[in-house]
């Protein structure tokens, strides 16, 4: 049965008048969800989809830290059907991922799930089969602390987003699957070729038209899936989810994103936000202007409405393609205004670094005619020999390797080693490095990487012989003798390997340099940045990590396969973790996409220079042509998923299932 206007009014109003619930509220102690079939109303559009406990408002369960949970699952559908509890330590066969830690749940079956809270915060549940949870079956998890709530809220919500396709999950993906860029209504047009033309001259512009074509990649390609339309606590803009308040109040906003592929930029124009939580854990208070919140995150913020009035709660797609405004109001019925969309950024070739370094794409068909890179003499305009490849490369024919089957016989003297793995500085020789002044070389001031920092200006690379290192990556051993002197090359924020390293200090370590993805606050104020969150307290004893996992997150945009390492999950082995370890994950983008890692049953403890009280996540965003480090505890038997949170993503390939050996049983 379609919601009424009417209907839907007193959903979205459903506790607002009090200071505590977003939605619908489960009732302490034993829990009751059913999955069901239902039809969608955003106001832009109807469809079917799945709801749970028979609503497109999402549940809100609420549980308190310390005690012990029974939820029965009752599955109306005429498929099998999971919940995954996302963020919850909880044991491995309640984690609800079917295949790895159970079988799921048959069509018209209950099945009770019982396991204890160990936390506090926000987080949220979700469907972990097929495409569900783009179909709608996500809610959100409130945990109050078993002590006093040291947050002084007046009021208390849950702003749950998310993206409502009018296809179905299954459509969309089978559509992507014939044309990855089914989805992208942000081609560059005429006006925009004659606009560029203009701002940077027409040459330049056809070249770099040229060049993103002959890479059969598209600029504007941010976001894979379009045509959405965003909902805030299942409403969309026309629909108006309203949370109230009194001037001077503190209002804390739980944000939560059940985006099946969006990144959203979210502000409360006139608003100061003070960030307390990340992934459901205290972090130190930070006050910022707007915030990017990566696909399965979740924090937690405070506001202070100083007038009574209508403030607008914005949640802009990190593609500029849509948004949905919320309202904050001192009473019902009152809307706030609804900003107009910002330019559409654009992908650069920082952010193709990944790919470029990392060989993360099938590169046959790339001519390197108009990359215009002086390299002392060795200039790379002129490596165009009238076709579109590079001679004597012969690209791998399967993903399991994408440095696999490169010859680069007739690219003059550079020598490429056997693919091994290890460290990819090892090896190599800096002996007759020549006019290299290392005087004004800032020492790095984090460990996250030993090159951030060094200044190269006066680098004469000539004789550089990087060809005798043993156990490097596929960049190591490349013989540079003909790269003349790179007098003015500063290579500021970026790393040997071409990518992008954490930790640089400047705020926006975490987007490589000169990224079109790198976020401005619409007001010119302060952007939330990875680097600005440190944990309240430490969640484990500092100490060294036993051993690094190097995490390559690859793919083929045009044959939308998605992977790790270069293998899609069905092909790959399981990770193996030893219980008690303390392992390093090292996340290295090869792609043009962002990725929001989440790895199930342990924390992430993000590498941001904070030491012991580095920020405790559950998912790690990591952006195109970027480093991320995360150290991980391994404290939780059993099996778990590893995967993109991205949806399509995910059932494309990038996944991995973890063992962890040892531990209680």
Known sequence: MEMSSIAMLRAALLGLAVTTLGGLSATAGTYDITVDNIRFNTGDFKKKGIGYNNSQIPTILR?????????????????????????????FRQDGVPGISFNGIAPGSTFTYNFPIEQAGTYWFHSHSGFQEPDGAYGAIVIEPKGRDPINAHRDYVVQLTDKHPHSGYKIFRNVKRSADYYNFSQRTFGDLVRDARADGLKSTLEDRRMWGRMRMIPTDIEDIQGFTPLINGLSTKQNWTGLFRAGENVRLRLINSSAMTNFDIRVPGLKMTVIQADGNDVKPVAVDEL????????????????????SVIAESMGRTALV?????????????????????????ADMAGMMGGMGMDMSGMSMSNMDMDMGGMKMSLMDTGTDTMPGMEMPKKDADPHAGHNMDNMGNMEMPEKKEADPHAGHNMDNMGNMDMGNMEKPKKKADAHAGHNMDNMNMGNMDMSKGKKADAHAGHSMDNMGNMGNMNMGGMKMDGHAMAGMGNGLEFYAPGSGLTPTAANGGKFLSYEDLQARKPLYRDREPMRTIEVRLTGNMERYIWSINGVKMEDADPIVLKYGERVRFKFVNETMMAHPMHLHGMWSLLETGKGKLNPIKHTVNVNPGTTVYTETEVDAPGQWAFHCHLSYHAEAGMFRKVVVVGGPA
């Open 292 to 311: 990017r919140i990566a696909v399965a995150e979740t924090y937690d913020v405070i506001v202070q409405p100083t007038r009574n009035m209508p403030y």
């Open 325 to 349: 405004r919320g309202t904050l109001a001192p009473q019902p019925g009152m809307a706030g205004p609804v900003p107009r969309l910002r330019p559409k950024p654009l992908l650069t070739m």
């Open 63 to 91: 549980f308190k830290e310390g005690e012990d949970v029974t939820i029965r699952v009752k599955n109306n559908l005429k498929e099998s059907t999971s919940i995954h509890w996302h963020g919850l330590v909880l044991p």
